[in-house]
C-alpha cells in the first residue's frame, strides 16, 4: 500500500515522471485509475469487514447519537450458534440450497446457453425472452412475483408441475436422490430466473470457442455428442468455474439468513449478536466457495497456455 | 449434403431428390436427424420460455381483472370482465410519476458512476500492471463473492459518522451523517462498492483484455497519453461491453431495495416503495380511495386479500414496466454486447 502511494506522489512531480521509462508510467497511470476503486475497497469494504469481526465480540450499545463498545468475548458466538432459535436452522437451510441449487443452476444455464448460441430461425427473438430474468434477477421485484403468483390459485396450476413429480415418485429411485430431483423441478422457475448472468457468461463463452475446432472434428467423424465433450466441455470449463464462484455467492447473498441477520441487528437492536452471525456467515460461505472453485480449478483447462 | 434452390420451398427439393433416389441413405437420416433436433430444440425454446414469460403474465392477467369477478373460477388467460381500477389504486398507491421519475433519474447516475468507475478499475487491471495489482484483483474477487449483507452494520455506522482520516472532525468538530442522504448511495456506486460492483469491473477487464493491444501501442507511439488513450480509443472500442454494464448498472439499481432500505430508508425510489407495501397494503389503498372518484372508489374492498393482491400486482407490473421498455430499446445492442463481451475465465 505504501509504495503505491508514493508512486502516486512521484507521478504528480512533472520532472520526476519525465524521468521514468515507460514500464514505470504505466504502472503510475495504473495506480491513478484505480484510485475510486481503491478507496472505496479500503473505506466501504475491507474496513468495514474488518470492523464487523471487531463488533462480532463486543456488546454494542447505542449512547447519544454514537455507539458504546464492550469487550465479551466469544459470548455473542456462543449464543448465536447455542441460544439463537432460527440462526443453526438458517444457515443450514443456506447451505444445503446452495448445495442442490448450484448444480442445477450450471447445468440449465449451459443448457439453455448451448440451445441460444445454435443458429436458428428466431434466435433473436428467443435471446430477447431469455435475458428477460436478468431484468427481474436482483431486489424484490424478482421474489416479489413468484410470491404473488403463489398466491392466486389458478396461476399455480400453471407452475404446479405435480403429474410430472408422480411419474418420477414411481419410477423406483432412492428417495434421498428422488426429493433432490422433485425440489429442483418445482423450483424449475426460481433456477431459471436466478441464472440470467450465468447464462450470460456462458453464451459468450461459447462465442468465445472458433468454429474451426468443430469443422476439423466433423470431418474426423466426431458425433455431436462427442463434439460437445472434448470440444465444448474442456473450452468452457473456465466459465464453469466462473459460474459455479458466482452462484454461490448469489445463493448465500440471497439466502433468508441475511434476513435474519437484518432483523437481529437493526429490529432487535442486538448489534453484537448481529456482527457475530455475519462473521460466521461470511466465514463459512467464504470456505466454502473456497475449497469449491479449488477443486474445479484443478480440472480446469486453458487453451492459451 | 443438403441441396438448396431458390424460388422452391425449402426441403421440397430434397423430397424431390429422395423420390429421385439422388440421394444417399446416409444423407437421408442426417437430413432426419437435424429435422429432430430443431423440433426438440424449438419445444424446449418455448417451454422454457414459457416459465420465463408465464408470471409477467399472469400479473397482467390479475392486475386487469375487474374487481367484481375477482376470485371467481375463469380462464387461465382471459379475465371475465377488465377494468383499470387496480392500476388507478396502484398509481395512488406508488405515487407513481414522482417515484419514477426519481427513481429514473436516481438511477442513471448511479449506473453512470458505477460504470464509469468499473471501466478505469477495468483498465488499470486489464492492462496497467503494477506490484500490488495482482493482489488488489484478488480483492476485486474477494469483493464479489463477500454477501454485502455480512457487512452491512459496518457500513451502516461507517455512513452513519462518515469520517474520512478524521477530516470532517477537523472541520465541523463532529463526523457527519449521510445516512438518509443519496450522497451515500452514490459514493458507494462511484467507488465500485455499489450492487454488484466487482462483477461489473470482472466483465469489463475481460473485455479490455481482448482488445487488441497494437492499437493502443500504436497511440502511444503516436504520442497519446494515458488518458487520451483510454478515453478516444479504448472505451470507444469496447462500446457494446459498455452499454452491457452500463444496462445492468440501471437495471440492477433500479430494482434494489437492499442498498435503498440500508442507506436512504425514506428514499422515494419506486422498488423500495413497493417493497415497503408489501408487507401492508391495506391503509394505503384506504388512502387511495379518498382520493380516487367517488364511483371508482366505492367498488373498491380494501379488506379483501384478493383486492389486495390484484392492487400488489398493479403495482409490481408499474414497477417493472420502465424497465421493460427499456430492455427493448436496448436489447440489440445488449445481446450484441453480451455476445462479443467475452467473459473469457482465469
Known sequence: MSENSKAKVKGEKKSFYSSLDFKKRTAVWGVIFLVPWLFGAIFFFLAPLIKTFYYSICNINIVGTGFTFQYVGLENFKYATGVDPDFNKDLIEALTNVATNVPIQIFVALFIAILLNAKFKGRGFFRVIFFIPLILSTGITEIDLSEVINTTEETTSIINIAWITEIITNSGIPTSILSIITSAISNIFDVITTSGVQILIFLSGLQGISPSLYEVAKIEGCSGFESFCKITFPMISPMILVCVVYSMADLFAAADISDTIYKVTFTSGKYGLGASMSVIYFMVSIVLIGIVSWIISKGVFYYDN | ?346
Open chain 2, 1 to 346: 449434403m443438403t441441396t438448396k434452390t431458390k424460388g422452391k420451398m425449402p426441403g421440397m427439393q430434397f423430397v424431390e431428390d429422395v423420390k429421385a433416389g439422388r440421394v444417399s441413405k446416409a444423407a437421408v437420416k442426417q437430413k432426419g436427424k437435424d429435422i429432430l433436433g430443431h423440433v426438440f430444440r424449438y419445444v424446449l425454446l418455448i417451454s422454457l420460455g414459457f416459465v420465463i414469460v408465464t408470471p409477467l403474465l399472469n400479473l397482467l392477467k390479475e392486475a386487469v381483472t375487474a374487481h367484481t369477478v375477482l376470485g371467481m373460477k375463469s380462464s387461465e388467460w382471459v379475465p371475465p370482465e377488465v377494468s383499470s381500477v387496480s392500476f388507478q389504486v396502484a398509481f395512488e398507491v406508488l405515487d407513481y410519476w414522482k417515484g419514477l421519475i426519481f427513481s429514473l433519474l436516481n438511477t442513471a447516475i448511479l449506473a453512470t458512476l458505477q460504470t464509469l468507475c468499473a471501466a478505469l478499475a477495468a483498465y488499470s487491471f486489464a492492462r496497467m500492471k503494477f506490484k500490488g495489482s495482482g493482489i488488489l484483483w484478488a480483492v476485486v474477487i474477494f469483493s464479489i463473492v463477500v454477501p454485502s449483507q455480512s457487512i452491512m452494520l459496518a457500513q451502516y455506522i461507517t455512513f452513519r459518522n462518515f469520517d474520512i482520516l478524521g477530516i470532517f472532525k477537523l472541520l465541523t468538530g463532529n463526523p457527519i451523517s449521510l445516512i438518509g442522504s443519496d450522497i451515500s448511495l452514490y459514493l458507494l456506486a462511484a467507488t465500485g462498492m455499489g450492487v454488484k460492483g466487482g462483477l461489473f469491473i470482472y466483465i469489463l477487464r475481460q473485455n479490455f483484455r481482448q482488445l487488441p493491444i497494437s492499437i493502443e501501442e500504436a497511440a502511444f507511439v503516436d504520442g497519446a497519453g494515458f488518458l487520451k488513450t483510454f478515453f478516444s480509443i479504448v472505451l470507444p472500442s469496447s462500446a457494446t461491453s459498455l452499454t452491457t454494464v452500463a444496462v445492468l448498472s440501471f437495471l440492477w439499481n433500479y430494482a434494489d431495495v437492499y442498498f435503498t432500505s440500508l442507506l436512504t430508508s425514506s428514499s422515494k425510489s419506486l422498488a423500495l416503495t413497493f417493497n415497503r407495501l408489501q408487507s401492508n397494503l391495506r391503509w394505503p389503498i384506504g388512502d387511495a380511495i379518498k382520493v380516487l372518484p367517488k364511483e371508482v372508489g366505492s367498488i373498491i374492498n380494501k379488506e379483501s386479500p384478493l383486492v389486495q393482491s390484484a392492487v400488489a400486482a398493479a403495482c409490481a407490473l408499474l414497477v417493472v414496466v420502465p424497465l421493460l421498455i427499456l430492455y427493448l430499446f436496448v436489447q440489440k445492442r445488449f445481446v450484441q454486447g453480451v455476445e462479443r463481451s467475452g467473459l473469457g475465465g482465469d
